[in-house]
């Protein structure tokens, strides 16, 4: 690259790809998607999801790409407005046309309405709220697991078990037929299992997210293996000529992102000094 006096400052991706997808973020900015997960990647992982706020680096970096390029999206599975909460998003000067898409693209948050758009809740969902605290009792599941309620979605974790990996191995086949029974899929995560509506995932969400924007190139950048599937976006839309750049946040919990990654940064601090640094490269 080297056109950009301040590129030095940006960590160079590893594939022929992700430096494409740099160059072309860098050559048009306001043609360009920023499109981020937040739990992993604009905010660190903690033991009570309740209690996860963006990193302190994260909205100053957004605010500042922001006005840069085309358009900045957050897509996670919370819902939108618990996103808008816990990332600080709302009222900040930059981040007047960011956009929250929350349950994978089923509810969306624009900060320019401050309004949240979301459909009927999937009956599957109701009735697997309701039958989910007595199964995870009747296995003998209950002890060291929780549910988190998403409105959409629920998510059993196995974090605070004695052994989340065996519990979290042991949970995936009985919530997968609890699931398939009310219509729903099961997405595995870090210590997590949501069990949610199919049809649902960050590739669609990101997919539909492009072609509205009209994008001529984009940036991605998760931490889990719900980020698979915007991953694979990514990919299918490079196919077909669209420069885009992966960035992982980095886990060794998660070996099949950071395989797949253009670049792998060590967690949301580094996300947030990257974004920071592609603002400052964009306006020089």
Do not use: N
């Amino acid at each position: 690259m080297g056109s950009h006096p301040h590129d030095r400052d940006l960590p160079m991706p590893v594939t022929a790809a992700g430096r494409e997808g740099l160059e072309a973020l860098l050559r048009a900015p306001r043609r360009s998607v920023i499109a981020l997960d937040f739990d992993g990647t604009l905010a660190e992982i903690v033991p009570d999801p309740d209690q996860a706020r963006a990193h302190p680096g994260a909205v100053p970096a957004l605010s500042a790409l922001a006005p840069e390029v085309a358009s900045v999206a957050v897509i996670t599975g919370r819902p939108a407005g618990v996103a808008v909460r816990y990332g600080g998003f709302a009222g900040v000067p930059g981040l007047e046309h960011l956009v929250v898409l929350g349950h994978y693209g089923a509810e969306r948050w624009d900060a320019v309405t401050g309004i949240v758009h979301a459909p009927a809740e999937h009956p599957g969902v109701a009735a697997v709220r309701a039958e989910l605290p007595g199964f995870l009792e009747s296995i003998g599941a209950w002890r060291g697991t929780w549910i988190e309620e998403k409105g959409r979605a629920l998510a059993v974790h196995t974090r605070r078990a004695a052994d989340p990996a065996a519990a979290f191995a042991a949970l995936r086949e009985p919530l997968a037929e609890l699931a398939a029974r009310h219509g729903l899929m099961v997405e595995p995560g870090r210590a997590v299992l949501e069990l949610r509506p199919p049809g649902m995932d960050k590739g669609v969400a990101l997919t539909e997210f492009l072609a509205e924007t009209d994008a001529e190139a984009v940036l991605y950048a998760g931490d889990d293996l719900g980020d698979l599937a915007a991953y694979s976006a990514v990919e299918k839309r490079r196919a077909d000529g669209l420069p885009g750049l992966l960035l992982c946040s980095g886990s060794a919990e998660v070996p099949e992102l950071a395989a797949r990654a253009d670049l792998v940064l060590p967690g949301p601090a580094a996300i947030a000094t990257f974004l920071s640094a592609l603002a400052t490269a964009i306006r020089a």
